[in-house]
């Protein structure tokens, strides 16, 4: 049941946290506290070490901290500062924390890119431009739903950690 829980408990938030970005530009604050709590639950179930509980608490905190202040600078969303802190939680203070920050930066550099080359120049079909959350991805004066680039990274960098060592 644990193994179970650790294949689909993050994969599922995460990649719904992406989703909802893409077709709402939200990140509710649900999927966060539920990533938080489906941490601390299979930590117990699997009777994580206290030491271990706390390097991922860094991990958590040395990307929470910067990231709460982009939001402070209107850099990033509350609901991806949020999530990505999430996220971190499940990584912890690792060589794959390093790693999705990376990942997380390099796609959401191309996806910001790929963005404001099609708000600019892009010819959009009818078909699209009349879907609700495509014409909010179209807008020049919509952000960036980063909870994309954010979910990509986190659900590439999940099979290299200490997670699946228990399976």
Known sequence: MVQAAILVVFPMLVAF???SDLLTMTIQNR???LLIA??????IATGMP???WGLHALGFALVFVPCFLFFAFGWMGGGDVKFIGAIALWIGYSQELLLFVLLVA????????GLLLMRQNAVVPSVLIRQ???ARLHDTKSGIPYGIAISIA???VYSSTSWFQLI
Do not use: N
């Not at 489906?38 to 930590?43: Q, R």
């Not at 390099?106 to 890119?113: D, E």
């Open 17 to 19: 946290g992406g989703a």
């Open 154 to 156: 986190g659900l590439q």
């Open 106 to 113: 390099v796609y959401g550099m191309l996806l910001t890119l």
């Open 132 to 134: 609700e959350w495509f």
């Open 38 to 43: 489906g941490f601390a639950l299979l930590a």
């Open 50 to 52: 206290l030491q271990d």
């Open 31 to 33: 999927v966060s506290v």
